[in-house]
């Protein structure tokens, strides 16, 4: 029997059990209240039932990077020309200023690359893994990619390469890829395996023009025409509209699953190799996890085929593990969260909380207050905007592949005037909170807080005051913890411990949005609107957000009720909206409702990522990469 024979053979399906063991201790321990996690708790459940254990160690990462040319690239369906395949070949690892680089840094994984098939001589690129296949695969716009042989050569190449990274001790790959034109092969398995046309699966790639688009839609179809792939034989698949490295990337996926490993999956084309997987081996996709929602047509139909859902949805479009890279941390997250809350009632952490208690006689507030807030606000630095936003865009990568986290680069340069901010920047999370918090909200809020190395201020609110005064606490604490730290969440809780979580989201909701989700009420006459027992809340929040926009800190929000809050209040002060970061549902889809500052402990990881981005990677220049002869990289790209 054949390694890849041999391989299908030993993948079975993931043990539920375990699982359904943990899904019952969650719903214990949480009194019902588990499916606040949202797709945070699908994630865990997920890892636990690839793993087979119940409280699995965090995973060992490697960062599998395949690399090939294809012939397709021929036909001018990219912006980029053919040689920067080898070109980005040579920037992981001579350069090491590729994304794949900074974010693998980001993510503490360690970066393996492999010539699958690279048109080009590779003999002086040290540490390259050397698998090559062929110099490219041929045109599929003219005939097949590779041979039948070709193509079960380079999914046994996958499966060899995944073997010896867990024989390393790695236990959770992720991979990623570099070829020039691959989202048009790409695009045709979507198509073949999904049954769709080649309008619904094509999409921009490399960030390509409108009329290369057109382009490229065209060569779809005659590669789909001229091959005539069959959607139930995955290896005719790829042996017809595939590339080597795609091929490669769909036997790590297979020599995953035959050993019970976890592969997170980054974007189109990487989904589309586990659409390979898939028809090889159905028991398979139980092995992958989704990282985020890709700008590629032909991605979220493949997502949809392999029965996955995504947690981010950052306008990515590059495909170097970028989004399994920024999934990975929030798994960890997930875990630490799941250890903590398996030990209670009878071992809690301990949660070094700052307890901070608002006075019985607060000072007064008087309009010279809220007018020296608001009319004082800093300018942002638009100079330091500017040319942040240059090194971004002449970075190695497509314009504006990295989406969101280009733009929360751009913004934090601005706030606090440095046109490349370093990462490691202090963080703190401020939870405004009843005179009780909800001991189980506080365990919580401990793991992610400590996960995502920020400190925590439990900022106690009293009843029977005006909320003037609630307003004014919220300004003195987030004055205080913005003077020292540039980054800072911002968190409720319920304001009664015994509430169920979500509460305080679901009564916001229905009584300052309409149905719609728009904002119901003017922005000086909303708080009148809310339910009495939220308002010292809500004042309290407005104060911090006013006063640390005013201190130049980056606002990262939380639950869908600090997001109602924080609308209202840029209505209020329009100036405050450059500081706030929406993370969810803008960001995060994980359908998390449960408060206390889970969101925004995840969000301050996204900052790291696009602040990695910035100071890891190489422009084209520094790395000798081409840069963009088409669409809008063309002319702002600099060589």
């Known amino acids: 029997m054949k390694l890849l024979e041999q391989t299908i053979a030993a993948i079975e399906p993931v043990r539920q059990e375990p699982a359904e063991e943990v899904s019952a201790r969650l719903n214990s321990v949480m009194e019902g209240d588990a499916d606040t996690l949202g797709r945070l708790r699908s994630l865990l459940l997920r890892y636990i039932a690839i793993t087979g254990r ?16 294809h012939g397709v690239a021929a036909e001018g369906v990219s912006a ?5 395949t080898v070109q980005m070949t040579r920037n992981y690892l001579i350069s090491r200023g590729a994304a794949a680089n900074a974010l693998s840094n980001y993510c503490g994984s360690e970066l393996m690359v492999v010539d699958m098939g690279v048109a080009a001589d590779t003999s002086d690129v040290p540490d390259l893994i050397r698998r090559r296949i062929a110099a490219g695969t041929k045109n599929i716009a003219r005939g097949p990619a590779m041979t039948r042989e070709q193509a079960r050569q380079a999914v046994e190449t996958g499966i060899e390469l995944a073997a010896q990274a867990i024989e390393k001790g790695f236990d959770c790959i992720l991979p990623g890829e570099m070829g020039i034109a691959n989202t048009s092969s790409s695009a045709c398995i979507a198509a073949v395996f999904c049954g769709l046309s080649p309008e619904e699966v094509t999409g921009r790639g490399t960030n390509i023009s409108d009329e290369r688009l057109k382009k490229k839609i065209g060569i779809v179809r005659q590669a789909l025409t001229v091959n005539q792939p069959d959607p139930h034989d995955g290896l005719d698949v790829l042996a017809k509209v595939g590339g080597f490295e795609l091929g490669a990337i769909t036997g ?19 989904g589309s190799a586990a659409l390979i997987a898939q028809a090889l081996s159905p028991y398979s996709t139980g092995y992958l996890i989704a990282s985020h929602q890709g700008t590629e047509k032909s991605h979220r139909y493949t997502l949809r085929k392999l029965g996955l859902q995504p947690l981010m949805n950052l306008d990515l479009r590059l495909g170097e593990a970028c989004g399994s890279s920024l999934l990975a941390p929030m798994l960890e997250a997930m875990l630490t969260a799941w250890d903590v809350l398996d030990r209670l009632p009878r071992d809690p952490v301990e949660a070094p909380f700052h307890q901070e208690y608002m006075s019985q006689t607060p000072a007064k507030i008087t309009n010279k207050t809220f007018d020296f807030y608001l009319h004082t606000m800093q300018d942002l630095d638009h100079p330091a905007m500017e040319r942040c936003q240059h090194r971004i865009d002449n970075l190695s990568k497509p314009i504006y592949s990295l ?28 939870c405004f909170t009843g005179r009780h918090a909800s001991p189980l909200s506080a365990q919580i809020a401990a793991a992610f807080a400590a996960h995502a190395d920020a400190e ?37 809780t319920e304001p009664d411990p015994d509430l169920p979580f979500g509460t305080s989201a679901k ?18 006459t909303f708080l009148r609107h809310a339910p009495e027992v939220w308002q010292p809340a809500i004042s309290a929040a407005i104060g911090a957000i006013i006063a640390a926009a005013h201190n ?50 995840l969000g301050f990881g996204l900052v790291d990522a696009s602040l990695h981005m910035l100071n890891d990677m190489r422009t084209f220049a520094e790395a000798r990469v081409a840069v963009a002869g088409d669409g809008p990289g063309a002319g702002r790209q600099l060589s």
């Open 456 to 492: 925590v201020t439990m900022a106690h609110l009293r009843e029977g005051l005006p909320p003037s005064a609630a307003f004014d606490f919220g300004r003195e604490q987030a004055e205080y913890l913005s003077l020292t730290c540039p980054l800072l969440g911002l968190a409720l």
């Open 403 to 430: 989406g969101y986290l280009e733009q929360i680069a751009v913004e934090l340069a601005g706030i606090i005037g440095d046109e490349q901010p370093e990462y490691g920047m202090d963080r703190a999370l401020l």
């Open 80 to 84: 980029y020309p053919p040689e920067t």
């Open 54 to 69: 119940r409280h699995p160690a965090p995973p060992e990462k490697c960062t599998i990077i395949c690399c090939g040319d």
């Open 552 to 601: 130049s800190s980056f606002i990262l929000l939380d639950d869908e009720a600090t997001e109602i809050i924080a609308r209202y209040t840029e209505q209020l002060c329009p100036d405050v909206r450059p500081y706030l970061l929406h993370i969810q549902p803008a960001l995060l889809q994980t359908k998390a409702s449960l408060p206390g500052g889970i969101i925004a402990c």
């Open 252 to 270: 790590l996926i297979l020599g995953a699953a035959a050993r019970r490993c976890t592969v997170i999956l980054d974007g189109a084309n990487t």
């Open 507 to 524: 009564q916001l909701r229905r009584a300052l949005l309409n149905p719609d989700g728009t904002l119901r009420y003017p922005a000086d």
